[in-house]
């Protein structure tokens, strides 16, 4: 019987290969300008239902997501929305606005993903679930009126995508080490390739001019309390991170389980509840509340 020959170990990059590498990576059209026409549309006093249509009907891409989410969330309607007009009314503004972001994004992340076989839905609804958590988390304690806390959910595995772009052969074997044994990610990354999926995507994303809010949380959303600033927005990711992988809601490329244990010891909870127990527990139960619901949403957007 023939044995199975393992790839030999690629040799680990230096700081220089790294960012030569890195330089080759496209950029993401959609992070230096996200639908501008229906994000102005839908952040103005008054927006028309028939106005927001009119915009969201020039793209295909962005009214399949459409009728799909509103005849997923609503799937007890007698009759499927097939009206763009009325699917806007049905789902409102803040519906709106995350598919304005989700979209674009998410069609750049794919193009860039290349062709590197990986459970790539479940990611994007990894990714998603992320960003619904990351600005429920924060609630009344934060509120974001330009979503930057939802971009900052969404962004921040960004450096998974980054890796397998620039450095496909890497990608691979980190994942099949992953698969051999339980050890942890960022380690694994550094030992095999020279920097964590962390602090690349965190260059990557500074290469391109991206918001602090952004670099930030896709660069310590592991380790919050090393954030200088956005330490709120950080560490509500880092949670709501941890919470979806917890829940088992798609596939971040991280196989290590988390336990509720885990979860609900992760420093973002001391950053962002500091000695107010009774708001930290109130933000789990709320977070374990949404599960049912996020599901649904989820799967009508990937």
């Known amino acids: 019987m023939d044995m199975l020959v393992k790839s030999p170990p690629l040799p680990r990059l230096n700081s220089e290969q790294i960012e030569r590498r890195l330089g080759t990576c496209p950029r993401l059209p959609s992070l230096a300008s996200i639908n501008s026409v229906l994000r102005e549309l839908l952040d103005a006093e008054q927006c028309y239902t028939s106005q927001i249509a009119d915009v969201i009907r020039r793209d295909p891409s962005m009214t ?27 789902l409102g503004v803040r519906q709106i606005r995350r598919l304005a972001l989700v979209t674009p994004i998410i069609e750049d992340l794919e193009r860039l993903a290349g062709r590197i076989r990986f459970p790539w839905r479940e990611f994007w609804r990894h990714c998603i679930a992320t960003a619904i958590m990351t600005q429920e ?19 921040h595995d960004v450096g998974k995508i980054v890796m397998v772009a620039a450095f496909p052969e890497y990608f691979e074997q980190i994942q099949a080490r992953m698969q051999e044994e339980k050890a942890d990610l960022l380690a694994v990354e550094g030992e095999l390739l020279g920097i964590d999926h962390c602090e690349l995507g965190a260059r990557y994303l500074s290469a391109h001019k991206l918001p602090s809010t952004a670099i930030h949380s896709v660069r310590f959303h592991h380790r919050p309390s090393r954030a200088q600033s956005e330490v709120r927005i950080v560490a509500a990711v880092q949670v709501a991170d941890l919470f979806v992988r917890y829940a088992r809601i798609g596939n971040s490329g991280n196989p290590t389980p988390i336990s509720s244990e885990v979860w609900m010891a992760a420093e973002g909870w001391d950053l962002l509840f500091p000695g107010l127990s009774a708001e930290r ?3 789990r139960a709320n977070m374990e509340r949404s599960l049912e619901r996020l599901a649904t949403i989820l799967e009508g957007l990937v």
């Open 64 to 90: 399949t997501r459409l009728l799909r989410l509103v005849n997923s969330v609503y799937y007890g309607l007698s009759t499927p929305v097939s009206s763009i007009e009325e699917a806007v009314f049905y």
């Open 137 to 155: 988390t924060l609630g009344d304690i934060q509120p974001s009126s330009d979503e930057a806390d939802y971009v900052a959910g969404l962004l």
């Open 281 to 283: 527990a109130l933000g």
